[in-house]
């Protein structure tokens, strides 16, 4: 979630505060998916935020800490990050509304790992993860995302038959 297609204008994102000011250490995995659950299931809280856009995904930031963040992200189908890591931060994230598809790499000896993510389900993950979050259903998606530290960066790649090769980073600035 992450915010990772421009639709969010800067009207819509607080700023978040400039890493290093005050940050805590990093929240983990586990305490980043009970923030996104909870928040899941308190609609009144972000669906009045929610838009569609069948230009891209549309995205905004609901939570700015110095030590996390929460993003709401809205999905129509064959939308899709690719395949993009976190710039090192901690994640976690809930299908709110709808189902989503996950795909990951495993270990040389699991290949492409492809998860389902129904409403109600929440996936955990450290620093290193990279990962292509998309909505193959035939109906849009609500999802939530928190990172800690918040995100300062997200690299890009693609799957070719030896393994992920990067090809582009972005940082807060692009969102």
């Known amino acids: 979630m992450s915010p990772h297609t421009r639709t969010a204008t800067a009207s819509e994102s607080p700023t978040p505060a400039p890493p290093g000011a005050g940050a805590r250490a990093p929240l983990t995995p586990g305490t980043l998916r009970t923030i996104v659950r909870d928040l899941a299931e308190q609609p009144d809280r972000w669906i009045h935020h929610v838009r569609l856009s069948t230009e891209e ?18 999905w129509l189908p064959g939308q899709s990050t690719g ?15 709808g189902e ?17 993510v129904p409403a109600g389900t929440a996936r955990a993950f450290g620093p290193e993860y990279v990962h292509d979050v998309r909505n193959t259903a035939s109906g849009p998606a609500v999802t939530l995302h928190a990172y800690s530290p918040p995100l300062s960066s997200m690299a890009h790649y693609d799957l070719r038959a030896g393994g992920l090769v990067r090809t582009s980073e972005e940082g807060p600035e692009q969102w």
């Open 83 to 97: 395949f993009h890591d976190h710039g090192g931060s901690r994640g976690a994230f809930t299908v709110a509304l």
């Open 100 to 116: 989503l598809e996950e795909l990951s790499l495993g270990g040389p000896d699991q290949g492409l790992l492809i998860r389902r």
């Open 57 to 74: 995904r549309w995205y905004r930031r609901l939570v700015a800490e110095d030590d996390h963040e929460v993003w709401l992200i809205s």
